[in-house]
């Protein structure tokens, strides 16, 4: 009897159960804990995906089922169900924010409260080169088509080009919610891990010579223009995007509680526990669904790939504007706030501000590239609006 016990005891562990696919994705899981906590690769989001995926790839854990979620769709029934081979788990329920579009939104709105649109206002021009970041998303939809991914199903790859998580998310969930799981870990992985697919390209782009350039300080902009900016933005694209609205309106409302200087109490829960709270959640069930099943195949290797392409791809363009800024204004534009483009807030900021100090450490290029940075967050926001009117059913 006691030896029928621990062989039935053994046969129902996790060790027995355990797919090489899964131990494959636990070994991926430790490489990016090591990397958010010993390099400190943006951690506050690296880390909660790493773990959520180390939960989802140990077996018979029982923290997350992708059955539930199989084919894009929630299963609302497997999701009520408590018995049989599928009893839902913590993760399941979390992840239900994420399939209807809720933690985008939020995050979004979170955003908005801790991002000052005024390098943007006093230097409209930074503008385009959020909009040639978006290069890339143009690129990896004609590559996708190419490899036989459908229109929907290119356009929620090449968004992962915009550096932007909770977009890429958004537009997924509504194109290709069977996508869903693979578009998010590259996006969110791509994202905090900007600090090492950078630099390489920059110092490829842009010359020595350009990298030391420093800029003046830009005009000071009045409150006035701070409280109309997020008003008149969501009016306009959403009524030319009617799509984007969720996204964009979100983001302006998080950013008027902190302009308007009335609701400091929202601004800061905005900011604070709200964005905080749903980084967790956001984070830990977007780790959680790169099981090693339903992670480990070969149209999942495609679109890592063409989510670094498209990544890349946006840095690129974001330097070319940059360079042709530089050009224009004889020289007063450093070239390497283009790879800030990108709509990854503040991180890709941090890193032209980190290249520039390399060369010149006298030179502060951080609100600088705050300009073309946040104007990545509305390009980004504005491409997806763009994808799903033209793309969505």
Same mark, same amino acid.
């Given at each position: 009897?006691?030896?029928?016990?621990?062989?039935?005891?053994?046969?129902?562990?996790?060790?027995?159960?355990?797919?090489?696919?899964?131990?494959?994705?636990?070994?991926?899981?430790?490489?990016?804990?090591?990397?958010?906590?010993?390099?400190?690769?943006?951690?506050?989001?690296?880390?909660?995906?790493?773990?959520?995926?180390?939960?989802?790839?140990?077996?018979?854990?029982?923290?997350?089922?992708?059955?539930?979620?199989?084919?894009?769709?929630?299963?609302?029934?497997?999701?009520?169900?408590?018995?049989?081979?599928?009893?839902?788990?913590?993760?399941?329920?979390?992840?239900?924010?994420?399939?209807?579009?809720?933690?985008?939104?939020?995050?979004?709105?979170?955003?908005?409260?801790?991002?000052?649109?005024?390098?943007? &206002? %006093?230097?409209? @021009?930074?503008?385009?080169?959020?909009?040639?970041? !978006?290069?890339? /998303?143009?690129? =990896?939809? #004609?590559? $996708?088509?190419?490899?036989?991914?459908?229109?929907?199903?290119?356009?929620?790859?090449?968004?992962?080009?915009?550096?932007?998580?909770?977009?890429?998310?958004?537009?997924?969930?509504?194109?290709?919610?069977?996508?869903?799981?693979?578009?998010? &870990? %590259?996006?969110? @992985?791509?994202?905090?891990?900007?600090?090492?697919? !950078?630099?390489? /390209?920059?110092? =490829?782009? #842009?010359? $020595?010579?350009?990298?030391?350039?420093?800029?003046?300080?830009?005009?000071?902009?009045?409150?006035?223009?701070?409280?109309?900016?997020?008003?008149?933005?969501?009016?306009?694209?959403?009524?030319?995007?009617?799509?984007?609205?969720?996204?964009?309106?979100?983001?302006?409302?998080?950013?008027?509680?902190?302009?308007?200087?009335?609701?400091?109490?929202?601004?800061?829960?905005?900011?604070?526990?709200?964005?905080?709270?749903?980084?967790?959640?956001?984070?830990?069930?977007?780790?959680?669904?790169?099981?090693?099943?339903?992670?480990?195949?070969?149209?999942?290797?495609?679109?890592?790939?063409?989510?670094?392409?498209?990544?890349?791809?946006?840095?690129?363009?974001?330097?070319?504007?940059?360079?042709?800024?530089?050009?224009?204004?004889?020289?007063?534009?450093?070239?390497?706030?283009?790879?800030?483009?990108?709509?990854?807030?503040?991180?890709?900021?941090?890193?032209?501000?980190?290249?520039?100090?390399?060369?010149?450490?006298?030179?502060?290029?951080?609100?600088?590239?705050?300009?073309?940075?946040?104007?990545?967050?509305?390009?980004?926001?504005?491409?997806?609006?763009?994808?799903?009117?033209?793309?969505?059913?």
């Amino acid at each position: 009897m006691f030896i029928d016990a621990l062989k039935n005891l053994w046969e129902s562990s996790g060790i027995m159960n355990m797919d090489w696919r899964n131990l494959v994705m636990l070994l991926v899981s430790f490489v990016l804990i090591f990397l958010a906590i010993k390099k400190e690769f943006e951690p506050l989001l690296l880390l909660p995906i790493a773990f959520g995926m180390l939960l989802s790839n140990l077996p018979l854990a029982g923290v997350y089922h992708p059955a539930i979620f199989e084919g894009g769709h929630v299963h609302w029934d497997l999701l009520g169900a408590f018995e049989g081979d599928i009893v839902p788990g913590i993760l399941d329920y979390i992840y239900l924010g994420v399939k209807l579009s809720l933690f985008p939104c939020l995050i979004f709105m979170a955003v908005g409260a801790m991002t000052d649109f005024g390098p943007l &206002i %006093a230097r409209p @021009s930074s503008l385009f080169i959020g909009a040639g970041a !978006q290069f890339g /998303i143009s690129v =990896a939809f #004609v590559v $996708a088509n190419v490899l036989g991914f459908t229109n929907a199903q290119a356009a929620s790859i090449a968004i992962i080009g915009g550096a932007d998580g909770p977009t890429a998310i958004f537009l997924t969930s509504k194109l290709a919610p069977e996508l869903l799981s693979a578009i998010a &870990i %590259a996006a969110y @992985s791509y994202m905090a891990l900007i600090p090492l697919i !950078q630099p390489p /390209i920059m110092k =490829a782009l #842009v010359p $020595a010579k350009l990298r030391t350039i420093k800029m003046t300080q830009t005009r000071k902009v009045s409150k006035v223009e701070k409280i109309c900016f997020p008003v008149i933005v969501t009016v306009v694209c959403t009524l030319l995007l009617p799509d984007v609205g969720p996204l964009l309106g979100m983001l302006m409302l998080g950013n008027l509680f902190k302009e308007s200087g009335v609701t400091n109490r929202l601004s800061e829960t905005a900011e604070n526990a709200i964005c905080n709270t749903v980084t967790i959640m956001l984070g830990v069930t977007v780790g959680a669904t790169a099981t090693g099943e339903n992670f480990i195949r070969l149209e999942t290797i495609k679109i890592v790939l063409l989510g670094l392409f498209a990544f890349g791809f946006a840095t690129v363009g974001g330097l070319l504007i940059g360079r042709l800024m530089c050009f224009l204004t004889h020289g007063k534009i450093n070239p390497l706030i283009g790879s800030a483009g990108v709509s990854a807030v503040p991180m890709a900021a941090r890193v032209s501000n980190t290249e520039g100090q390399k060369y010149n450490p006298s030179n502060f290029l951080l609100m600088h590239a705050m300009g073309p940075n946040v104007a990545g967050v509305i390009g980004s926001a504005v491409a997806a609006g763009v994808l799903l009117s033209l793309f969505g059913a």
